[in-house]
């Protein structure tokens, strides 16, 4: 595995490559999530290309990139057997003095995240489309713990014609069903226990609606029961919404995506399923 | 010469290009102009890509999108010995059903011609990023005519890191000197001889120069004595703006560019000059 920095130490490396390259976008502390991605790019593509960013325009003035978890010694030896460039950028080489180009999706972003996290998508785009341009991937993977993310970035490739196939890759759970997140690291044990109300809130929408239920309402309400019935979960929304639009629907007829955004202490966990 | 519309026509040929590729992106009723961009890119490059698209996006609600002079046939015959590719989309095709992605630069779309248009650098720089998605280019040519369009793309592409070359090449001058244009067509004859002011105020501008001036406010008043001359002539805005920041100078000290927008009745012409 390389590990390179700048963009002049990156660049000929990705020459090097002969074949099809798969780029995993990451921001760090790598968990199993991650790693799924990186293994289902080594099956699919001739060279893995692995970028750790944390990336300051995706945060807002509030959130936590400061304290954000990294671990970056612990990040390569995790994913060196299956990865030909490691690529570790500064904020610097990102966004030099100067900068002042964004690349941003209307509609789909003012949505769930987007309503919660202003600016929070024009900064994930923006980045991607970087890391496009200068990695030039055939593939890249992401995942469906990040629904929306996954379909602004899909809305992105097909509005600017990137020349990249986004591949989406199922949530990773712990065994207890909690959705794997570098941010899970924040809980304390009673809040990590409480976490796991988010996967049985799913497990029990998805039950009602394999029983039937195709009122959108019924759905959310299912999701807002089991998350009431769990002191340490605040609840900041649930959504039952179109799987491409992300509009919230009325009745459930077509692929549709339930999420959620809870709060355990100041910690923000997400987690989402899809029903089709 | 392969003409085409559809991206599943344009894939194909394309790929089908071996070695480096050039691209002339234009919105048609070609002159010298884009002539000159077009023998500089088979100079430079394997194969030629000419678009022609007026693009929508780039059009005030009150500009001149629907009279926008247009002539295919024409245009065809002009390129068709210097070109191994034009593409000639749709609006249906660049902005299908749901679009509603956007690349935008700030600060420097704020001034002169970005100040006077609003919202016009963000369709340009939106279609400009499409483009050069599809064909995706080794180098791609626009002309110094656009000034601040030429300065907004050179920013772009150095911060979205575009793996494209800009080349920007010198304006061509009618034997009177107005700079082509394809909007030189609405100039009644009157009109026409009045526009001639433009260079010769630029000229008269670029002699103080010479001769030593370079206090940034004496250059913009010789621009505004010469317009002032010509009844016809109704001048916007008049620039000596740093030549990358486009920011108004005090004192010309590096290279700058002298611009100005002027209208003949309906009719707004731009030109300018770079001091080096």
Not at 5 to 23: C, K
Not at 99 to 121: K, N, S
Not at 124 to 140: D, E, G, S, Y
Request: aromatic fraction near 8%.
């Amino acid at each position: 595995m390389h590990t390179v920095i700048s963009l002049a130490d990156l660049r000929p490396t990705r020459l090097s490559f002969a074949g099809t390259v798969g780029l995993v976008p990451t921001m760090g502390y790598l968990h199993e999530g991650h790693l799924s991605l990186i293994h289902r790019a080594r099956e699919e593509c001739d060279h893995v290309v692995v970028s750790i960013f944390v990336n300051p325009t995706q945060f807002g003035p509030k959130e936590d990139l400061a304290k954000y978890p990294r671990d970056l010694e612990r990040d390569s030896k995790l994913i060196e057997p299956y990865t030909d460039l490691l690529w570790t950028p500064t904020a610097e080489i990102m966004y030099p003095q100067g900068y002042q180009t964004w690349v941003e999706v209307d509609a789909i972003t003012q949505l769930l995240e987007g309503a919660m996290r202003p600016g929070h998508f024009k900064g994930v785009t923006t980045i991607v489309a970087k890391l496009f341009n200068i990695v030039q991937p055939h593939k890249a993977y992401f995942g469906q713990k990040d629904a929306q993310q996954a379909a602004v970035i899909r809305q992105m490739v097909r509005d600017l014609n990137f020349p990249v196939e986004i591949v989406v890759c199922p949530i990773v759970r712990e065994l207890d069903g909690l959705a794997m997140s570098s941010r899970n690291v924040y809980l304390d044990p009673e809040q990590r226990k409480a976490a796991t109300v988010l996967y049985r809130s799913l497990d029990q929408a998805k039950e009602a609606y394999e029983n039937g239920e195709r009122d959108a309402d019924q759905l959310r309400q299912v999701l807002k029961d089991v998350l009431a019935s769990e002191p340490l979960a605040q609840m900041q929304y649930v959504s039952c919404a179109d799987y491409d639009t992300l509009k919230e629907l009325a009745v459930v007829e077509g692929k549709a995506l339930l999420s959620m955004a809870v709060y355990f202490g100041k910690t923000r966990l997400i987690d989402n399923f899809v029903l089709e």
